[in-house]
């Protein structure tokens, strides 16, 4: 027989929840820690809890107000989420380069309007992607699904408040089943993260506990269990466990653990009901806001690794900013006899008009708010689309052949295959070919295209091309003699450590590559020999370290992977003899 518990008051076990969730995805954002992610997936939870709750329980008394359910809403969430747009700007216009800062612009926009988690499944898609590292905004992905899930929901609590919330449980259980279903469709792995309808289960299966039990919960001596399965897989990868089952996994042990209670103070009680952990658990949200706030500026203009005073450093600012923000900003907006409702919405407006004129200011001039003399970019004088327009003309060339006396030049590949045209307009042959570019992830560009073009070329660079992935085009011997393989490269992980350096020697920086790109330079040298575009080998030292700067003092590259055209007339420069070697023979046969 199942024994019930009636709980009506604050529930100091969410709080230390809550805790345990914020510090995963605390310590997942320093490096560590690989399921830390997780803790998002357990914030949704009892937030659909605690919302299904209030909405479920109002319902049944017949005093659901929309309206005072939003402005509650607003009162919690939104003066802090002002206040960290507002504080990114001016940051964002100290540190940042030109295209961070038009991104970071970008992620304020869309913040404001509850929409993160949309640009960030349109623009980056892959949330584990190491760019997502310098983004200070990045992580309000999670709250715009939360705010798309309070804008919809209580409209269903509207639509059954005559006489037919009881059949709120089935409503919720069909809905959990769609997006269940959204969940495992071989979909977009983007779509499944970022978007809410299939994260919409891990809100609707907290709902399904809160209705299904009203104010009771069910006594268990087993909760500790619950809490060590919970952070176990929070710290530690399962063996034998799809990663697919993770969410779903911690989702309904997080439920499990909302549903239940302990009759005596037992080991859970004492762990996630500690003075400690309530104190984490109630600035959870400040923690989560400043957290990525402080490591990405951190990243971006302080340190390439953390060490473990770094760790400790930054931890601590965290805790101190966001007990501040907590005390000053968070309890004063959520309460009535403190800040008016009239208060609040007049304060969030002028927040949010600021924020998002000035957003829409630093997005008009490209992030150019100031000189950037390492880029050759000029506030006074610079198009604010300079770089983008200087790549992307090479897409435009995704044509047949013109019909002239010039060396037919095919380059495949992506975007570095973008980067070698470049490379060859820069040369002293740019005056002496015809270039045909195309990316094979395109649709357009289908494998009949794609070798028709190789035919009717008379030499083709690709990029980044293995011996296995070309025979996948079943080429003709005669097409495959034409082609050079273009190589990878790498200038670090992100340009804003270098611009933020003060020492001596800022022009002289250089950055050491990860082994990987090592391994994959050598695999496709030993596959291609003579017939290999090295772009590391030729700008590399002895201890295997690539400049950052041109000998000009201009960026070879803005984003570390693409080339400036700075960047592109240096390794024109650099590979002249390979490029002669390369094109020399058939300029002479024109």
């Given at each position: 027989?199942?024994?019930?518990?009636?709980?009506?008051?604050?529930?100091?076990?969410?709080?230390?929840?809550?805790?345990?969730?914020?510090?995963?995805?605390?310590?997942?954002?320093?490096?560590?820690?690989?399921?830390?992610?997780?803790?998002?997936?357990?914030f949704?939870?009892?937030?659909?809890?605690?919302?299904?709750?209030i909405?479920?329980?109002?319902s049944?008394?017949?005093?659901?107000?929309i309206?005072?359910?939003y402005i509650?809403?607003?009162?919690?969430?939104?003066?802090?989420?002002?206040?960290?747009?507002?504080?990114?700007?001016?940051?964002?216009?100290?540190?940042?380069?030109?295209?961070?800062?038009?991104?970071?612009?970008?992620?304020?926009?869309?913040?404001n309007?509850?929409?993160?988690n949309?640009?960030?499944?349109?623009?980056?898609?892959?949330?584990?992607?190491?760019?997502?590292?310098?983004?200070?905004?990045?992580?309000t992905?999670?709250?715009?699904?939360?705010?798309?899930?309070?804008?919809v929901?209580?409209?269903?609590?509207?639509?059954?408040?005559?006489?037919?919330?009881?059949f709120?449980a089935?409503?919720?259980?069909?809905?959990?089943?769609?997006?269940?279903?959204?969940?495992?469709?071989?979909?977009?792995?983007?779509?499944?993260?970022?978007?809410?309808?299939?994260?919409?289960?891990?809100?609707?299966?907290?709902?399904?506990?809160?209705?299904?039990?009203?104010?009771?919960l069910?006594v268990?001596?087993?909760?500790?269990?619950?809490?060590?399965?919970?952070?176990?897989?929070?710290?530690?990868?399962?063996?034998?466990?799809?990663?697919?089952?993770?969410?779903p996994?911690v989702v309904?042990?997080?439920?499990?653990?909302?549903?239940?209670?302990?009759?005596?103070?037992?080991?859970?009680s004492?762990?996630?009901?500690?003075k400690?952990?309530?104190?984490?658990?109630?600035?959870?949200?400040?923690?989560?806001?400043?957290?990525?706030?402080?490591?990405?500026?951190?990243?971006?203009?302080?340190?390439?690794e953390?060490?473990?005073?770094?760790?400790?450093?930054?931890?601590?600012?965290?805790?101190?900013?966001?007990?501040l923000?907590?005390?000053?900003?968070?309890?004063?907006?959520?309460?009535?006899d403190?800040?008016?409702?009239?208060?609040?919405?007049?304060?969030?407006?002028?927040?949010?008009?600021?924020?998002?004129?000035?957003?829409?200011?630093?997005?008009?001039?490209?992030?150019v708010?100031?000189?950037?003399?390492?880029?050759?970019?000029?506030?006074?004088?610079?198009?604010?689309?300079?770089?983008?327009?200087?790549?992307?003309?090479?897409?435009?060339?995704?044509?047949?052949?013109?019909?002239?006396?010039?060396?037919?030049?095919?380059?495949?590949?992506?975007?570095?295959?973008?980067?070698?045209?470049?490379?060859?307009?820069?040369?002293?042959?740019?005056?002496?070919?015809?270039?045909?570019?195309?990316?094979?992830?395109?649709?357009?560009?289908?494998?009949?295209?794609?070798?028709?073009?190789?035919?009717?070329?008379?030499?083709?660079?690709?990029?980044?091309?293995?011996?296995?992935?070309?025979?996948?085009?079943?080429?003709?011997?005669?097409?495959?003699?034409?082609i050079?393989?273009?190589?990878?490269?790498?200038?670090?992980?992100?340009?804003?450590?270098?611009?933020n350096f003060?020492?001596?020697?800022?022009?002289?920086?250089?950055?050491?590559?990860?082994p990987?790109?090592?391994?994959?330079?050598?695999?496709?040298?030993q596959?291609?020999?003579?017939?290999?575009?090295?772009?590391?080998?030729?700008?590399?030292?002895?201890n295997g370290?690539?400049?950052?700067?041109?000998?000009?003092c201009?960026?070879?590259?803005?984003?570390?992977?693409?080339?400036?055209?700075?960047?592109?007339?240096?390794?024109?420069?650099?590979?002249?003899?390979?490029?002669?070697s390369?094109?020399?023979?058939?300029?002479?046969?024109?």
């Amino acid at each position: 027989m199942i024994n019930f518990f009636e709980k009506k008051g604050y529930r100091n076990d969410i709080d230390g929840l809550r805790a345990i969730a914020v510090i995963a995805v605390f310590i997942f954002h320093f490096g560590h820690l690989p399921n830390g992610f997780l803790g998002v997936d357990v914030f949704f939870v009892i937030s659909g809890y605690l919302i299904t709750k209030i909405l479920y329980l109002k319902s049944i008394d017949s005093n659901l107000s929309i309206k005072e359910f939003y402005i509650k809403r607003a009162r919690r969430i939104l003066p802090l989420v002002s206040f960290f747009c507002l504080i990114s700007l001016p940051l964002g216009f100290a540190l940042m380069l030109p295209d961070d800062f038009e991104n970071l612009s970008q992620s304020i926009i869309a913040t404001n309007f509850f929409s993160n988690n949309i640009l960030q499944y349109i623009t980056t898609g892959d949330y584990w992607n190491v760019v997502n590292e310098f983004k200070p905004l990045m992580h309000t992905w999670s709250l715009a699904v939360e705010e798309q899930y309070y804008f919809v929901y209580p409209f269903l609590f509207l639509f059954l408040k005559k006489g037919n919330i009881k059949f709120l449980a089935h409503i919720l259980v069909v809905l959990t089943l769609l997006s269940l279903a959204l969940y495992c469709l071989p979909i977009s792995e983007a779509a499944k993260f970022y978007l809410l309808p299939s994260r919409f289960f891990e809100l609707s299966i907290g709902g399904l506990g809160a209705v299904l039990l009203k104010n009771k919960l069910i006594v268990s001596n087993f909760r500790f269990l619950i809490v060590a399965a919970i952070c176990a897989l929070l710290v530690f990868d399962v063996p034998y466990l799809n990663e697919a089952l993770y969410i779903p996994l911690v989702v309904l042990l997080t439920l499990a653990l909302l549903i239940t209670h302990s009759e005596k103070k037992m080991l859970t009680s004492l762990f996630l009901e500690n003075k400690v952990m309530v104190f984490f658990g109630k600035i959870s949200f400040s923690i989560y806001m400043w957290h990525q706030l402080l490591l990405a500026f951190s990243r971006y203009s302080l340190f390439q690794e953390f060490d473990t005073q770094h760790v400790v450093a930054i931890f601590t600012i965290t805790v101190l900013l966001s007990y501040l923000t907590y005390k000053f900003i968070e309890q004063p907006f959520r309460k009535k006899d403190q800040v008016s409702t009239k208060t609040v919405l007049i304060v969030l407006l002028v927040a949010n008009v600021i924020s998002t004129a000035g957003a829409f200011y630093v997005y008009s001039k490209g992030g150019v708010l100031k000189d950037f003399p390492s880029l050759d970019l000029y506030k006074n004088n610079s198009v604010a689309t300079t770089h983008s327009a200087y790549n992307d003309r090479i897409y435009a060339m995704n044509k047949d052949f013109d019909n002239n006396e010039k060396i037919n030049v095919a380059i495949v590949g992506n975007s570095f295959g973008r980067d070698w045209a470049n490379v060859l307009l820069e040369s002293e042959y740019g005056n002496k070919i015809n270039i045909s570019y195309m990316n094979p992830g395109l649709s357009k560009n289908t494998k009949e295209k794609i070798i028709q073009r190789v035919t009717d070329a008379d030499i083709v660079f690709w990029s980044t091309l293995s011996q296995e992935q070309l025979e996948t085009y079943e080429l003709s011997a005669e097409n495959t003699s034409k082609i050079h393989c273009v190589g990878t490269k790498r200038f670090g992980a992100n340009a804003g450590i270098f611009y933020n350096f003060h020492g001596d020697g800022f022009c002289e920086q250089r950055t050491p590559l990860a082994p990987v790109y090592w391994e994959e330079n050598e695999k496709l040298e030993q596959e291609w020999g003579d017939k290999y575009i090295d772009l590391i080998t030729p700008i590399a030292d002895k201890n295997g370290e690539v400049p950052v700067f041109d000998d000009e003092c201009k960026f070879i590259s803005q984003d570390c992977r693409h080339l400036t055209k700075n960047g592109a007339v240096f390794y024109s420069e650099i590979l002249e003899q390979k490029i002669d070697s390369v094109l020399g023979a058939l300029d002479g046969g024109q």
